[in-house]
């Protein structure tokens, strides 16, 4: 059973969450088979961007509570270091703009692993919820991380400890993700955002997440010389040379990625 689905379609990778009788809650199945598509979209040089969203009504519900309390339930100790972190982790490394669609509620580890994405947009019926501390749990899959660098401290640490749902017009407005759009709109909005991103001059962009990468962690000094680096490294693809060729010819550049 596919529990993610994978749809490569004009050098855009679609990947959705497909337990839509759980809401897409994960299980150990779903972790791992989305760690597998992040991996086989990284190495697929055809792939030049990526969007996640969920099947049916929910984005992601979070951990699959029945996982941890039935029968044989995933030990505590495998949750975050296989399932999770290792999503996280090839989210923020693959070398690839990742635009996470969120289609519905995107509820505890759903809602950070959305949070992790590069770009965040979200259908207006779409919210957020951090949901860990009312089951007696602590916000994780980097949300830590992320969500006081988005919103401020003061109002990731109220959402963090109070549960509170976020609409996607309030998560926008705060700056929790990049746009909502009206249910309607939403799916044709999120596929011409995800086109327009595999269009792109791909390395340019992979190397402008590590640059955001490491802002997240280094002094000032050292950070421009990140972006020295980096520019160097820009500087020497195909597509800038496109770039600059297409602005001066008046003309649409046509980028390869390379
Ligand atoms: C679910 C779930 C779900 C199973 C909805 N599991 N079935 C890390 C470390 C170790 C362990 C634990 O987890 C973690 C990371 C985490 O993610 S912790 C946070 C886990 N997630 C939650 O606590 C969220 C639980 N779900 C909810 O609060 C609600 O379902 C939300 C707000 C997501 C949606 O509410 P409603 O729109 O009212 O829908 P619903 O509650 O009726 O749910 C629809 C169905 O989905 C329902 O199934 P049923 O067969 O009764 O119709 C739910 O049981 C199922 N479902 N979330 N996490």
Same mark, same amino acid.
């Given at each position: 059973m596919e529990l993610v689905t994978l749809t490569i379609e004009k050098n855009v990778a679609y990947l959705a969450l497909n337990r839509p009788e759980k809401f897409n809650a994960f299980n150990r199945?779903?972790? %791992?088979? %989305?760690?597998?598509?992040?991996?086989?979209?990284?190495?697929?040089?055809? $792939?030049?961007?990526l969007c996640l969203t969920g099947n049916g009504k929910a984005f992601c519900a979070g951990q699959d509570l029945g996982e941890v309390t039935g029968e044989n339930p995933v030990g505590f100790e495998k949750i975050l270091s296989e399932h999770y972190n290792p999503i996280v982790q090839k989210i923020r490394s693959i070398e690839k703009p990742v635009l996470?669609? $969120?289609?519905?509620?995107?509820?505890?580890?759903?809602?950070n692993i959305a949070l992790c994405c590069d770009i965040v947009v979200a259908s207006e019926s779409a919210s957020f919820i951090q949901a860990f501390t009312k089951i007696g749990l602590i916000p994780d899959s980097g949300g830590t991380h992320f969500l006081p660098r988005l919103i401020?401290?003061?109002?990731?640490?109220? %959402?963090?400890? %109070?549960g509170d749902? $976020?609409?996607?017009?309030?998560?926008?407005?705060?700056?929790?993700?990049?746009k909502y759009f009206a249910d309607a709109d939403f799916q044709d909005a999120a596929k011409q955002l995800a086109t327009q991103l595999a269009e792109m001059p791909t390395r340019a962009l992979a190397l402008t997440k590590k640059a955001l990468n490491a802002s997240m962690h280094t002094p000032f000094e050292e950070q421009l010389q990140n972006e020295d680096r980096l520019q160097y490294q820009a500087a020497h693809t195909e597509d800038y040379q496109e770039g600059v060729a297409a602005f001066m010819e008046k003309r649409k550049p046509v980028f390869k990625g390379r």
């Amino acid at each position: 059973m596919e529990l993610v689905t994978l749809t490569i379609e004009k050098n855009v990778a679609y990947l959705a969450l497909n337990r839509p009788e759980k809401f897409n809650a994960f299980n150990r199945n779903m972790a %791992l088979q %989305l760690q597998g598509i992040l991996d086989q979209c990284a190495q697929d040089e055809s $792939v030049r961007a990526l969007c996640l969203t969920g099947n049916g009504k929910a984005f992601c519900a979070g951990q699959d509570l029945g996982e941890v309390t039935g029968e044989n339930p995933v030990g505590f100790e495998k949750i975050l270091s296989e399932h999770y972190n290792p999503i996280v982790q090839k989210i923020r490394s693959i070398e690839k703009p990742v635009l996470c669609a $969120v289609n519905g509620v995107a509820a505890g580890a759903g809602a950070n692993i959305a949070l992790c994405c590069d770009i965040v947009v979200a259908s207006e019926s779409a919210s957020f919820i951090q949901a860990f501390t009312k089951i007696g749990l602590i916000p994780d899959s980097g949300g830590t991380h992320f969500l006081p660098r988005l919103i401020g401290f003061q109002k990731a640490s109220a %959402l963090m400890m %109070l549960g509170d749902k $976020v609409s996607a017009m309030e998560a926008e407005r705060i700056g929790m993700i990049y746009k909502y759009f009206a249910d309607a709109d939403f799916q044709d909005a999120a596929k011409q955002l995800a086109t327009q991103l595999a269009e792109m001059p791909t390395r340019a962009l992979a190397l402008t997440k590590k640059a955001l990468n490491a802002s997240m962690h280094t002094p000032f000094e050292e950070q421009l010389q990140n972006e020295d680096r980096l520019q160097y490294q820009a500087a020497h693809t195909e597509d800038y040379q496109e770039g600059v060729a297409a602005f001066m010819e008046k003309r649409k550049p046509v980028f390869k990625g390379r």
